[in-house]
């Protein structure tokens, strides 16, 4: 059997959390492969809305197995927070989540180190969430981490020290306030007790396992494919892999073991924080388009960048996912508009058009080139299959089809689970 990666394709919050929910049932096993709690997977079914930062988005599900692999950084306060939120639905966690033992832990002085590094950037800041996860990822590559097999340990709390040790080093070099440190630990020493009582496994033998075993399970990818370390807009990026590889290296999994590959994608764009956007909407559209998708983020409340569907990045982000199937989220937002703009080629300052995502993109004066198509600009609330759409919306997913190269297979038209139409 082979592993399905789910994943972004954009700058993140592309909705991965509700396809993960409608698809979860097809699947034995549900994996999360990197990020942490900077992340925010949104579900809502039954009326009631459901935020996950670092359990993967099958947890809802009964019957499923869901596993943090060693890929994610782990904020042990954030997984208790989250845990104790979901007890009033009767979740098993006990039973169905399970933690790697390599997951890197984030200790309270990341945080501070995360505030330090970005204070310090000034105008340059990259629009960090602070939670940390930069500087974790940090000392992980340094070799200098603690994992959440360290928690077992006789000697964890003389592991801990030498590693706070070292960051109030970096925070006095920077004069930052240790003042709210004793706080945070103490809420940290507490979750760590209750993360003990957890299921911490070497999930790489889980995994291959599971497969081996043939059960189906579906590696659940977090922020974007633009957001990667290595392929992303950088500097303005995560700290880990967000491409299809990275779930390999994030649970243990071979290559020759992947199969699907769903890239998910808004029906238009959105960004958090800083760094390049080519179709950014600066207008009383991007004003309407943010207000009509309610793009805030989930973990951290900010408002984000709206703009128009990029089709040059997508195909970058489809070319190095080697995505199989693609699913566009929040269709409905575009109801509002009479035309929608597609952008299908970026115009260089010397006048030359690409249709490629360049290097030069952080840099140059970049601008979008448009293709101007029809809207629906009707509700689609009551819609309930592909048949039932308006031609206009169907024509969209035609030519994106087209011009993309990968089947569109689903269509979110809600926040709603039940508003998921698949083709």
């Not at 200790?107 to 990259?126: F, M, N, Q, R, V």
């Not at 020759?256 to 909407?281: D, M, Q, W």
């Not at 996912?321 to 115009?347: P, R």
Request: glycine letters at 10%; aromatic letters at 10%.
């Amino acid at each position: 059997m082979k592993m399905d990666v789910l994943l972004g394709l954009q700058w993140g919050d592309e909705g991965k959390g509700k396809v993960v929910d409608v698809l979860a049932p097809q699947y034995d096993v549900v994996a999360r492969f990197q990020g942490g709690p900077n992340a925010g997977h949104t579900l809502e079914f039954d009326g009631i809305k459901h935020v996950l930062h670092q359990i993967p988005s099958g947890i809802f599900r009964e019957n499923i197995t869901n596993i943090i692999g060693n890929g994610v950084v782990l904020d042990p306060v954030v997984l208790k927070k989250e845990i104790d939120g979901l007890q009033k639905f009767n979740i098993a966690f006990k039973k169905n989540l399970f933690i790697s033992k390599k997951a890197t832990i984030i200790i309270p002085t990341h945080k501070l180190l995360d505030a330090a590094y970005e204070k310090s950037k000034g105008d340059k800041k990259i629009g960090s969430t602070l939670k940390g996860i930069g500087p974790t990822y940090q000392d992980k590559i340094g070799r200098v981490a603690l994992r959440v097999g360290d928690i077992l340990a006789s000697d964890f709390d003389e592991k801990y020290q030498a590693l706070v040790e070292k960051h109030k080093t970096i925070l006095s070099f920077y004069e930052f306030d240790l003042g709210q440190l004793p706080e945070l630990e103490k809420v940290f020493f507490d979750a760590v007790e209750f993360f003990r009582g957890l299921n911490l496994v070497d999930s790489e033998y889980e995994v291959n396992g599971f497969l081996a075993e043939g059960k189906k399970v579906l590696a659940e990818g977090a922020q974007g494919s633009l957001l990667d370390i290595d392929f992303g807009s950088y500097p303005f990026v995560t700290s880990s892999t967000t491409m299809a590889a990275g779930a390999c290296t994030g649970l243990g999994v071979p290559p020759s073991k992947i199969g699907e590959v769903y890239g998910i994608f808004k029906a238009y764009c959105t960004r958090v924080g800083s760094g390049p956007f080519p179709t950014e909407l600066f207008d009383e559209d991007g004003e309407a388009m943010r207000k009509e998708g309610n793009e805030f983020g989930s973990t951290t409340g900010r408002p984000r960048r709206c703009g128009w569907i990029d089709l040059p990045a997508l195909r970058y982000s489809i070319m190095i996912n080697g995505v199989t199937q693609l699913f566009m989220m929040k269709g409905d937002v575009l109801n509002i508009f009479k035309e929608i703009k597609v952008c299908t080629h970026y115009q260089m300052p010397d006048g030359s058009t690409v249709d490629r995502l360049t290097y030069e993109l952080d840099s140059s004066d970049i601008k979008p080139v448009y293709k101007t198509v029809p809207g629906w600009h009707q509700s689609l609330e009551a819609v309930e299959s592909y048949d039932g759409f308006p031609n206009e919306l169907k024509d969209y997913v035609t030519l994106l089809e087209k011009e993309l190269g990968v089947p569109i297979k689903l269509v979110s038209v809600g926040p709603d689970r039940k508003q998921t139409i698949l083709r």
